[in-house]
Structure formats: structure tokens, C-alpha cells
């Protein structure tokens, strides 16, 4: 495991100086980081005027609780043959408001979530609730855990010049986590990102999930 993560944080590294700036993302099914547990991940995302790089570390002190931070990069295509770097900060916090089992087929977790991009011109804060549900399945040596997930961000952007613009945006998630062994989980997530003014309407990320 100690290995693993080295790598991932060495490519972290590799990847640092070309990224993107976008509202996170699930990046996690809707199941918890278990108590005392840790889970590191790292996400290449992409869409038409941005490619970045985003890494998480998930920590659980309580039962069914589990809260995230969230750090990268981003490089913007500003237009004109124009890149802005673009630096990415956040954290959320989810509750398990449903396991699936005999009763219900999904687990559902709901909570919140804040995050920051800044560059030299501008600077967004958004800020909303989350829920995400999944459920998963067998797959012969591994499992499959299809995810959906939904937030209500309420968008605040301050711009050089003095000016200031707000606005509310409904990015939607559809992912899978592919659990290859208790230490390796590849993910990929779909983003549409629905009225936000400040980013591109469809992200792609891909990454993997470690937990240790």
C-alpha cells in the first residue's frame, strides 16, 4: 500500500503544473469512509477549455461520517493563445442517510461542500449541498459501484477589475468506481454542469481512490 500511494502522490507531482478549474465533484460513492479510515485520491478531469488535476484525502472519525479536502491546479484556456493557472481548494462533509440492504437498494448520503478557485483575474466561491446515491454490485473478483450524484452550489466570483457576480448552479455527477482490491478503486465521472456561468457545461474525471 505505501508503495501505491507513492506513486499516486509522485504523479500527483508530474501532473501539478497542468489542470483545470470546476466545481469538484461525488469523486466517491455515497458509502463512507469507515471509522479511523483514510482514503487518498487522485482525478485527472477534463473539458473543453481546461485539463487539471484535483487530490483528496477522506477521513472518518464517526460512524456513517466522513469529510473530505480537496487541492489542484488548473490550467484555463483564457482565449487569445492565452493560459491562466487556476488554484483549487475545498472540503465537504456527508452523512449516510441510507445503507442499501433487504430494505432499501441504495446507500444515500447527504451533506455539503465549499470550494475555491482562484487565478491573477478572479476569484469563485461556491458553496452548497450534496447527495449522492449508489449501489453496489458484484463483478466476479471485483465489485462495480455506480454512483449518481447532485449538488446546489450558490456561486459568488470577484473579478479584478473590483466587480463582483453571483450565481446559482445544479452540476450533476454519473459515475462508477471500479473496485479492483481493497486498495485499488479506478474511478470515472461524468459532470454536467447545469446554469453555472463560470464553467464548462461537461467535464470528464478520471481517477483512482486508495484507501489506506
Known amino acids: ?105 441504495l446507500d444515500l448520503s447527504i451533506g455539503g461542500a465549499l470550494g475555491m478557485q482562484h487565478t491573477s483575474d478572479f476569484t469563485i466561491l461556491s458553496l452548497g449541498p450534496t447527495a449522492v446515491a449508489s449501489r453496489a454490485m458484484e463483478a466476479g473478483s471485483m465489485s462495480i459501484v455506480p454512483y449518481v450524484g447532485v449538488a446546489l452550489f450558490f456561486n459568488s466570483a470577484n473579478l479584478q477589475s473590483g466587480d463582483s457576480k453571483n450565481d446559482v448552479s445544479v452540476p450533476l455527477r454519473f459515475g462508477s468506481e471500479f473496485r479492483v482490491s481493497q486498495e485499488l478503486r479506478i474511478m470515472a465521472e461524468l459532470q454536467l454542469l447545469l446554469e453555472d456561468e463560470f464553467n464548462d457545461d461537461v467535464v470528464f474525471v478520471t481517477g483512482v481512490n486508495l484507501p489506506f
Open 1 to 105: 500500500m505505501k508503495s501505491t500511494l507513492a506513486v499516486a502522490c509522485i504523479a500527483l507531482g508530474l501532473f501539478a503544473t497542468s489542470a483545470h478549474a470546476q466545481t469538484f465533484g461525488a469523486l466517491t460513492p455515497a458509502d463512507p469512509v469507515p471509522v479511523n479510515g483514510h482514503t487518498f485520491g487522485g482525478y485527472l478531469d477534463a473539458s473543453d477549455h481546461t485539463l487539471g488535476l484535483l487530490a483528496q484525502l477522506r477521513l472518518s472519525f464517526y460512524p456513517n461520517v466522513d469529510f473530505g479536502f480537496q487541492g489542484g491546479v488548473a490550467r484555463v484556456d483564457a482565449g487569445g493563445g492565452t493560459d491562466q493557472t487556476n488554484v483549487r481548494l475545498g472540503g465537504d462533509l456527508r452523512f449516510l442517510a441510507a445503507r442499501q440492504g433487504e430494505t432499501f437498494p
